[in-house]
């Protein structure tokens, strides 16, 4: 049985919260938005919200067993930061949070929580050189199953991983006047597994990565006005 109550405030500075920010969520949030604040393609209309949550929480089973109950209050404090913004030749989407999940008794349990998801398009050269990121961070639990505490954390298990996932993807393109137009892109991705502050941790898994490059060729308005459009692509992938 849990029971929550939260309340929502909304603040112009994180001064005197006390949450400690992972290095990682922040290294990363930040790598997105030095790429994508390029330049002057900044202008434009940006949104930038922090929010701040504090969460009571109370379960009679905060370890989720079948026997052995424990009953627990848990304060959930979550720091939380939104931008969204698009200007004249860069788009982007990011979204950060910090939760710190303190037990009042099982203080074993207490931990941090994080969670990024990051999406930004560039258009690095005018018409013809754009870069595409995305990034992700969340936790995960790498078993089937597992025992899940009253704040939505697994525990009782040593699969838990802070999965890191990220990508960019370069684009040139090219018009070859009226008669074609060609694409060459390249792209790059990597999943990591992390240490976690969160239940208990093993051995992790090997990153994984993957290469891959596309190639397109079309055709151009001038065959197209006469309904003979040709395409031709060239794709290879590279996984390790």
């Known amino acids: 049985m849990l029971f929550r109550s939260s309340v929502l405030g909304m603040y112009s500075s994180f001064d005197n919260i006390a949450i400690k920010a992972s290095a990682l969520s922040v290294a990363t949030g930040v790598a997105i938005c030095v790429a994508s604040l390029y330049s ?51 788009q982007m989407n990011l979204n950060l949070s910090l939760s710190r999940d303190t037990f009042w008794d099982n203080t074993d349990l207490n931990g941090i929580r994080q969670q990024l998801t990051g999406i930004s398009n560039v258009e690095a050269i005018e018409d013809h050189v754009f870069v595409d990121t995305r990034a992700s961070i969340s936790q995960q639990s790498l078993a089937r199953g597992g025992g899940i505490s009253a704040s939505d954390r697994t525990v009782g298990t040593n699969d ?81």
């Open 40 to 90: 002057s393609a900044i202008a434009g209309e940006w949104t930038i919200t922090p929010s701040v949550d504090v969460e009571q929480s109370f379960t009679d089973n905060a370890r989720s067993v079948a026997e052995g109950l424990e009953a627990d209050l848990i304060t959930t404090t979550t720091a939380a930061l939104e931008v969204d913004g698009q200007g004249r030749r860069v």
């Open 160 to 240: 838990q991983s802070t999965v890191v996932n990220y990508s960019i993807t370069p684009n040139f393109g090219h018009r070859y006047g009226n008669w074609a137009e060609s694409d060459l892109r390249y792209s790059f991705n990597e999943t990591r597994f992390l240490d976690t502050d969160v239940g208990q941790a093993g051995a992790q898994p090997d990153a994984s990565r993957s290469h891959e490059i596309l190639g397109l060729v079309r055709s151009g308005p001038r065959f197209n006005r006469r309904s003979e459009e040709h395409t031709s692509e060239l794709r290879h992938q590279i996984i390790s």
